[in-house]
């Protein structure tokens, strides 16, 4: 393998070696089911399932296997409803107040989009924030590709009748890039770059073929100069021409490596705003691409989760910090361990203690203060 990938490494044939094996279900014992070519796992069974095993099946299935795995009613409907409800919400005052949100892959205004909507929903309503961020399936599947201490962001997407299709890409962090801008990186840069976020949909409509639900090419997330490939105009045109989709039912979820080849489709309906909650969980490892101010979603989760019925944990980990670093260690220093405690770890134990809420934000805003740089 090169040291640096070029254009020049990227050959079509190697490429259609890849994406053209056939996914083996022996190989996946606790999916449901295989629709073209992709893994469709029932979300009560799989979060019943030995932890072990369906998290290193899982992970297998993200870095071998086809790439992506989908979830059936990952999420409950009333659940959805309610933060579709808010979401909704946010559209409506970015309009009345003049915001465009800009996109990615399509013309500004075109569709409508919520930029970082993670800390906005948990300080707007933190009650429907811990219900639909309590869902087993979402820390199952980060856990699985990330490990703990995984970060959440989240963009509501919401296409427009009419919209039209993106172009084939890769995602966050080189897929965010120019070929040439890639090309700066060294090859095994290319090879890490996917093991640090994982990518997932939650559908908050239904989503039949015609409103245009994500196209995917199995396997593709394997080929090594794919940050450069997808630039190329004849791998776009193998993706246009071969590429599956997947229609999905609210409250349905999908992940998949960020090396995937994907593109949002053509919503060809007449009236459906197909909506999706566009979830980016990256590694402790590595940081988000947006900016969350997770102090302000503890101080607003911390009653709710006092009483919460739900996965408090599953809440905290997709809404707290969950890393030590980086740190002032002149100031936040390790007090029985290598590292100083998480504001994750901080919420625990106030919520397992039972701490009034001034004595939680009194610890939080101190824990923040000493972090700060000198």
């Not at 890849?18 to 606790?30: A, F, G, N, R």
């Not at 290193?56 to 933060?83: H, N, Q, T, W, Y």
């Not at 990518?199 to 039949?208: C, E, F, I, K």
Request: charged share 20%; with cysteine; proline share 7%.
């Amino acid at each position: 393998m090169s040291t640096w990938f070029t254009p020049a490494d990227c050959r079509l044939n190697d490429f259609r070696a890849l994406v053209e094996q056939k996914t083996d279900p022996s190989d996946y014992p606790y999916a449901a089911d295989l629709a073209s070519n992709v893994l469709v796992y029932s979300s009560p069974d799989v979060v019943r399932a030995p932890r072990a095993e369906v998290t290193a099946e899982l992970a297998r299935a993200l870095m071998s296997g086809p790439g992506i795995v989908v979830f059936k009613g990952a999420f409950a409907d009333d659940v959805v409803d309610r933060a579709t409800d808010v979401f909704f919400a946010m559209i409506s005052e970015q309009k009345a107040a003049g915001v465009v949100g800009g996109d990615h892959f399509a013309k500004p205004g075109a569709n409508d989009r919520v930029w970082g909507a993670l800390d906005k929903f948990a300080v707007r309503d933190p009650a429907a924030f811990a219900a639909y961020y309590a869902t087993d399936v979402l820390a199952l599947v980060s856990t699985a590709w990330l490990g703990s201490g995984y970060q959440v962001t989240s963009q509501i997407n919401v296409v427009n009748p009419g919209g039209a299709a993106q172009m084939a890409h890769r995602d966050y962090h080189l897929g965010f890039m120019s070929a040439a801008q890639a090309q700066r990186f060294p090859a095994h840069a290319h090879l890490l770059s996917p093991a640090l976020t994982l990518q997932g949909a939650v559908a908050h409509v239904d989503m039949p073929v015609e409103t245009g639900p994500t196209l995917y090419l199995p396997h593709s997330q394997k080929y090594p100069p794919g940050y450069l490939a997808f630039h190329q105009p004849d791998f776009t045109a193998y993706f246009d021409e071969n590429h599956v989709q997947l229609p999905l039912e609210k409250g349905d979820a999908a992940f998949f490596n960020p090396a995937l080849f994907h593109a949002a489709g053509m919503n060809r309906s007449a009236e459906v705003r197909r909506m999706a909650n566009l979830l980016q969980v990256s590694s402790a490892f590595g940081r988000a691409m947006e900016a969350v101010d997770r102090t302000a979603m503890a101080l607003a989760l911390y009653p709710v989760l006092r009483t919460f019925p739900g996965n408090v944990h599953n809440v905290v980990a997709a809404s707290a910090e969950g890393y030590a670093f980086p740190t002032n260690l002149d100031h936040d220093q390790p007090i029985g361990g290598l590292a100083p405690q998480t504001q994750a770890e901080l919420m625990l134990q106030a919520l397992a203690e039972d701490w009034p809420e001034e004595t939680f934000a009194a610890a939080l805003r101190g824990q923040q203060e000493r972090r700060r740089p000198a």
